[in-house]
């Protein structure tokens, strides 16, 4: 399973980014999708959650700011930021629970990562 993440990039203070990342390879079934972040310093932590069946879940500080979404006809996640700051810079990894083929057990893979940068 190999995950492709874009989106990342320089906004300003309350600007909006998309971040999206496509699964590919040999998938058999993918159950939750996320994405998760790194700042400088900071352990990687998790920033939104959903399930094969669409139930999310946010960081304390993503909620109402952020959406996760999933398209799973095309193997997608998505992750729309509005109201961006500062604090919200780091690199972000999209990560997906997955089983490769149906004798595999689920396993987490991760994209590359892809920078945000947020300027006040």
């Known amino acids: 399973v190999q995950l492709q993440a874009s989106g990342g990039g320089l906004v300003q203070d309350g600007g909006s980014l998309r971040l999206s990342c496509t699964a590919s390879g040999r998938i058999f079934s993918i159950n939750a999708m996320g994405w998760y972040r790194q700042a400088p310093g900071k352990q990687r932590e998790l920033v939104a959650l959903?399930?094969?069946?669409?139930?999310?879940t946010y960081e304390d500080s993503a909620k109402g700011r952020f959406t996760i979404s999933r398209d799973n006809a095309k193997n997608t996640v998505d992750l729309l930021m509005n109201s961006l700051k500062p604090e919200d810079t780091a690199v972000y990894y999209c990560n997906v629970r997955a089983m490769a083929t149906m004798f595999r057990s689920p396993t987490d893979y991760w994209g590359q990562g892809t920078l945000v940068t947020v300027s006040s």
């Open positions: 959903i399930s094969s069946g669409g139930s999310t």
